[in-house]
């Protein structure tokens, strides 16, 4: 398959700009996103991830630079036609609602429907094929609310794959599993990047996992952002300057990042 | 198999409020029989005149007030509780009613400081309704501009209820400063009730509620969207910001006109989008839109015909009939479900 640039960052600033000035948190950012690869974004707490994410989603305008989606700057983009290219899977915790799984997954159709939201046939079986691509066939008549943290964060995606966008968007999709569905999450979207040949960027803190199943890596710290493929941030020393603490350091024999004793 | 269901209550639902319609109509101090009521009302002649005179003139104009508010409250408390994605949202709740009774305080209290010809429009049906509607949505517009600042929803019912206990002091200073006639004008209007209702009112009030149901039902698609979120609603591609402000003035027209007629009525608003919630147990407001439509005209039937004492002279205010039917719902979803939903 051919794996063409989905989203792109050219010399990106990101941050917020009051009345006071500019409070920038991080500068000069070049990215690139192929179709078909799952990347990660690693960095310590308060680095400044949410804030690119937000930026690269159009949540947020860029200090300076550009954010281009599909050959188009994104905050050109209306609000549905942006619902087209892009879908996300955000932390924040569902509002107490009766949805089932299966309506839920069904609004990510909304982009696509009428006025009133009618699904037609075509989006039922487009909402079939997502149930059963993430294996949550079995959960469709489930209230949201009644399925675990790991059911409920593989039937956000599902929702998001309903949604049909070249590029999907994570915030932080593996706190709050154990390691086996931790695991299982990652091996899914790792799945769903190849198979559908979709761009699919997530938040993370578990820096061993995404090394290992991650495509390239993006690795924010306080002096610059880099992009990369796993081996090579390995190589280069990228990764022992993640943290700023003598306490931790990479291992690059182990790809480990491993405890100093004292 | 949950569309059969629903299909089966949405029927049982039809027929309750034909029942309850017609009762309305038969029940009151002077009782008609049932069979001159389905004469008069399918264009024939009552076989006493003054009976044709009760029912036309007096219970119709109330049976249709009551459907309208029950319809216009419950459908404003559904679009509130999603938007403000919490279960106690409601136009009373939120302040609305209050905004409303300002609007209308200011209009009957305030009219002596008035030129004449301005009183003399304000004081007309017309002006009521304009006043009301401009008082429900100026105290919304309050409500939201705070809740941009306020992310925590608590925070924003605290709020409303701020501005509900600032509009109820000002009503207080106003009606310090007014004649008994007028604070007797304002506290029957107070009271609430749904009789005496012109034919005119009866068809504003009915275009008012149209629109805000129409309104009302171009949302439908954004209020499922919103189970989820504002962040993901935004990112299903919809326009939130132009959501809120159909939803605000949608609520504002339902809210606005009926208490400006039928006065501040509670409990409606909050409790039959829950009664709804409990009877078709989903969150799609496909459903939900159609169930509160006609679960609230059903319980503001119920609570008119309870009000007016069948058989004796009296006639509580509806206002006190909705809360004593309102609150121990309320508690009952409370104590039984343990979790609200929207």
Redesign the interface.
């Known amino acids: 398959m051919e794996n063409k640039i989905i989203l792109s960052a050219k010399n990106l600033s990101t941050g917020y700009s009051s009345k006071r000035g500019k409070n920038i948190i991080g500068s000069e950012i070049n990215l690139e996103f192929k179709s078909g690869n799952l990347v990660a974004l690693i960095g310590a707490n308060g680095i400044g991830k949410s804030t690119l994410l937000r930026t690269l989603?159009g949540?947020q305008k860029p200090i300076s630079g550009e954010v281009i989606l599909n050959q188009k700057n994104i905050n050109s983009y209306s609000?549905?036609?942006?619902?087209?290219e892009?879908?996300?899977v955000?932390t924040?915790n569902?509002?107490?609602?009766?949805?089932t799984v299966f309506?839920?997954v069904a609004?990510?159709r909304?982009?696509y429907?009428n006025?009133?939201?009618k699904l037609t046939s075509e989006d039922i079986s487009i909402i079939n094929d997502a149930l059963s691509m993430t294996q949550s066939s079995d959960l469709a008549t489930k209230k949201h609310f009644e399925i675990s943290d790991g059911q409920l964060q593989k039937a956000l995606i599902t929702r998001a794959l309903a949604?049909d966008t070249p590029l999907i968007v994570l915030d932080e999709p593996t706190t709050h599993l154990d390691l086996l569905h931790k695991v299982s999450l990652l091996k899914l979207l790792k799945k769903l990047a190849s198979e559908t040949n979709k761009c699919v960027l997530f938040s993370t803190h578990d820096l061993d996992l995404a090394l290992q199943l991650s495509d390239q890596i993006i690795v924010m710290n306080s002096e610059k952002t880099v992009m990369d493929f796993p081996e090579n941030l390995i190589k280069n020393g990228t990764l022992d300057s993640l943290f700023k603490d003598e306490a931790i350091y990479f291992d690059k024999e182990k790809a480990k990042f491993i405890l100093k004793n004292d | 198999m949950n569309t059969k269901k629903n299909n089966i209550i949405f029927i049982g639902l039809l027929v309750l409020l034909a029942v309850c319609f017609v009762l309305n109509i038969s029940l009151g101090s002077v009782k008609v029989p049932l069979e001159d009521i389905f004469n008069s009302l399918s264009g024939g002649q009552a076989s006493k005149n003054s009976w044709q005179v009760i029912i036309w003139n007096y219970r119709l104009p109330k049976a249709i007030t009551a459907i309208l508010v029950g319809m216009g409250l419950s459908i404003s408390g559904l679009l509130m509780q999603t938007l403000f994605?919490n279960?106690l949202a409601g136009p009373d709740v939120l302040g609305l009613s209050s905004g409303a009774s300002l609007g209308v305080a200011f209009v009957i209290l305030g009219s002596a400081f008035m030129p004449s010809f301005l009183s003399q429009f304000f004081l007309s049906s017309y002006g009521m309704v304009l006043s009301s509607i401009i008082g429900s949505s100026l105290v919304l517009l309050a409500v939201l501009v705070v809740s941009q600042k306020l992310r925590d929803t608590m925070a924003i019912l605290i709020v409303g209820l701020m501005f509900g206990s600032f509009a109820s002091a000002i009503i207080g200073v106003l009606s310090y400063f007014s004649s008994a006639e007028e604070l007797q004008k304002f506290t029957f209007w107070a009271l609430g009730s749904l009789g005496n209702q012109s034919w005119t009112n009866i068809f504003i009030l009915a275009t008012t509620t149209f629109i805000g149901l129409v309104l009302s039902a171009?949302c439908?698609?954004p209020l499922?969207?919103l189970?989820?979120?504002e962040?993901?609603a935004?990112?299903?591609?919809?326009?939130y910001r132009k959501t809120r402000l159909l939803l605000i003035i949608a609520t504002s027209i339902l809210a606005g006109s009926i208490t400006a007629f039928a006065g501040p009525i509670a409990f409606i608003g909050l409790a039959v989008p829950h009664i709804a919630?409990m009877i078709f147990?989903?969150?799609?407001h496909?459903i939900l839109f159609w169930g509160t439509l006609l679960l609230g005209a059903i319980t503001l039937l119920i609570s008119d015909t309870v009000s007016q004492m069948p058989g004796s002279d009296f006639t509580l205010p509806i206002n006190a009939i909705t809360s004593i039917i309102g609150a121990p719902i309320v508690v009952y979803l409370l104590v039984r479900k343990r979790?609200?939903?929207?």
């Not at chain 1, 609000?79 to 087209?84: H, I, V």
């Not at chain 1, 569902?94 to 949805?99: G, I, R, V, Y």
């Not at chain 2, 935004?234 to 326009?239: F, Q, V, Y």
């Open positions: 989603t949540i609000p549905k036609e942006l619902a087209q892009l879908s996300m955000l924040e569902l509002p107490p609602s009766n949805l309506e839920l609004l990510g909304q982009p429907t006025w009133i939201g949604q | 994605r279960p171009i439908i698609k499922n969207a189970l989820l979120g962040r993901y935004t990112s299903l591609g919809i326009n919630k147990q989903t969150s799609s496909y979790k609200f939903m929207i």
